[in-house]
């Protein structure tokens, strides 16, 4: 999409606009009108937790994404996100929760594969680039599992500075992801207003649409459900983990899609590195 043209900000917020637009028609073909007079009562009962959720978890996490992407390779973009998996104990430790002390020297490989494959980046292009690519890459690694952890934490009830959300609606994992989607929706309109990019073109509103279904709606949904099944930090942590795959298919799709160069043998290193630790970590996690 980036290669395509277009800009980011578009990107970014018409995949939320069209995941608003599916998921109210699941919702209303699954589930009745009843789901959404549901889903209504229960974000304007706690309006301002899923506003900040919502912008956090979506809003920063994917303006920041594709912002990256007009500088750097998809694999680049996508082993500098590993760090996401990283983030998650930093974050359960911010709500205090417990994490197990296991991974401190995988966590150290995993960082060293991110460091291989920017470097080589580097040398391809110049620091500033891949300092402006890495660096919204790595808030948005942050911001991603802090939204999620803010809806679990939620649920769960156990966090005093949080709203206790009891409501069988959220048993539903699109009803949570189309609850965060609406949270976000004052995000992208500030974003829109303060970056005024020209129109759309025919062909970024076809991809946003393909990506809000795919990623946005189908994705996200797993992802939240997997997440929704966790009673302990280590298994959040260990459903986070299985991000690391999209390292693999967003360099395969360059390569086999889009004639996109291989990496040189620190970006392979790199990506070694990082899947590697990622896989020991998912089973130290899970033991």
């Known amino acids: 999409m980036s290669l395509a043209g277009g800009h980011w900000a578009w990107t970014s917020s018409l995949r939320f606009g069209y995941m608003l637009i599916f998921l109210t028609l699941l919702l209303l073909i699954t589930q009745g009108k009843k789901a959404l007079v549901q889903i209504k009562e229960v974000f304007l009962q706690h309006w301002i937790f899923w506003i900040t959720a919502g912008s956090i978890g979506f809003g920063i996490f994917y303006s920041l994404i594709t912002f990256s992407a007009t500088y750097a390779a998809g694999w680049v973009i996508a082993t500098t996100w590993q760090t996401t998996i990283l983030a998650t104990p930093v974050v359960l430790i911010l709500f205090k929760r417990k994490v197990p002390t296991k991974g401190i ?28 690519s890495a660096i919204p ?25 949080l709203p206790h959300i009891q409501h069988s609606i959220l048993e539903n994992g699109f009803a949570r992801v189309l609850l ?46 997997a997440r929704h099944l966790c009673k302990q930090p280590y298994e959040i942590a260990a459903v986070d983990a299985t ?10 799709g360059e390569i086999i899609l889009l004639n996109g160069a291989l990496p040189g043998s620190l970006g392979i290193a790199g990506i070694v590195l990082t899947v590697i630790g990622l896989i020991a970590y998912i089973v130290m996690q899970t033991k």
Do not use: C, D
Not at 146 to 158: F, H, K, S, Y
């Open 105 to 132: 020297l995988l966590t150290l490989l995993i960082f060293v594969g991110i460091v291989l494959v920017n470097i080589e980046q580097a040398s391809a292009t110049n620091a500033r680039t891949v300092f402006t």
């Open 137 to 161: 890459v790595l808030i948005a690694a942050i911001a991603y599992p802090i939204g999620n952890q803010l809806v679990w934490e939620a649920r769960t009830g156990e966090h005093k500075k």
């Open 180 to 225: 965060l989607t609406i949270g976000s929706i004052p995000f992208w309109i500030i974003l829109l207003l303060w970056t005024n990019p020209p129109p759309p073109s025919s062909g970024q509103l076809v991809s946003t649409a393909l990506v809000a279904l795919l990623s946005g709606v189908i994705a996200t949904t797993l992802f939240l459900y």
């Open 243 to 252: 991000q690391s795959m999209e390292v693999i298919f967003s360099l395969a």
